[in-house]
């Protein structure tokens, strides 16, 4: 007896076609959101003519000559810096001999008891810059004269913003509450040059003109400008 055809399962078929697209689809899910932890974007990037979304730079000044410092406002290296170098700084700036680009970095998180002091005060660095440009060294400077000691808790948000309104910024405690450039922080951090010398990133750095230089090969505050010659 000759045997009927054999009829197919088109559904059957059909249904396991769709299980191994939606497997291959959730395959490639995974894989994209383990890449993303484990490589972030540099997520929200402030926007405003005085920040460069490239490299980071707050910009501050004018003038001809490049001075770039990269900084963490727990690392007491870079207190003793600001305290030294900091007015000779505001002098070239202010006399329209330099442009200083400030890059808040983060290195020291781990040495404010879990609270990522250096990441929320550099996060603040730019909810200040972005709000009011002229206010982003005297915010730098204010933050330096209140440095928490290495190893606490440093400062809150609310004390950070504070100091913000004490050099005549407000309306950014959603900016600095939020971590709203968080990841940016990192992201930039992650682009800091290493000095002349050493084997990772280290602060404060310094950069004359885009190249990093030796903190030991600094002159005295009082020559500074020979840095441009």
């Known amino acids: 007896m000759a045997q009927g ?40 990037t402030p926007a405003a003519s005085n920040i460069d979304p490239e490299t980071g730079a707050i910009l501050v000044g004018d003038g001809e000559d490049r001075l770039d410092t ?20 505001e002098g070239l700036v202010d006399d329209g001999a330099i442009t200083l680009g400030i890059h808040p970095i983060s290195i020291l998180d781990r040495q404010s008891q879990g609270t990522e002091f250096s990441t929320r005060a550099a996060n603040a660095m730019y909810c200040v810059a972005e709000s009011d440009p ?24 609310e004390e950070i913003l504070a100091i913000a309104e004490g050099v005549g910024v407000t309306g950014i405690d959603a900016c600095v509450n939020d971590g709203e450039y968080e990841r940016f922080v990192a992201a930039m951090t992650e682009k800091t ?4 010398g050493m084997e990772g ?23 500074l400008a020979t840095l441009f010659e």
């Open 201 to 223: 990133i280290a602060t404060p750095t310094i950069a004359v003109n885009g190249e990093a230089i030796a903190n030991r090969d600094l002159p005295e505050p009082d020559q």
């Open 134 to 157: 002229d206010a982003s060294l005297p915010f730098l400077q204010a933050m330096f004269q209140s440095q928490p000691a290495e190893g606490t808790a440093g400062l809150a948000n």
């Open 70 to 89: 990269y900084i963490d406002f727990m690392c007491p290296v870079c207190g003793q810096f600001e305290q030294i170098y900091g007015p000779a700084i």
């Open 193 to 196: 040059p290493i000095q002349p």
């Open 5 to 44: 055809t054999r009829k197919v399962n088109w559904f059957a078929i059909w249904v396991s076609v769709a299980v191994v697209v939606a497997l291959v689809i959730v395959t490639v899910l995974v894989v994209t959101l383990n890449n993303e932890a484990e490589n972030p974007g540099p997520g929200e």
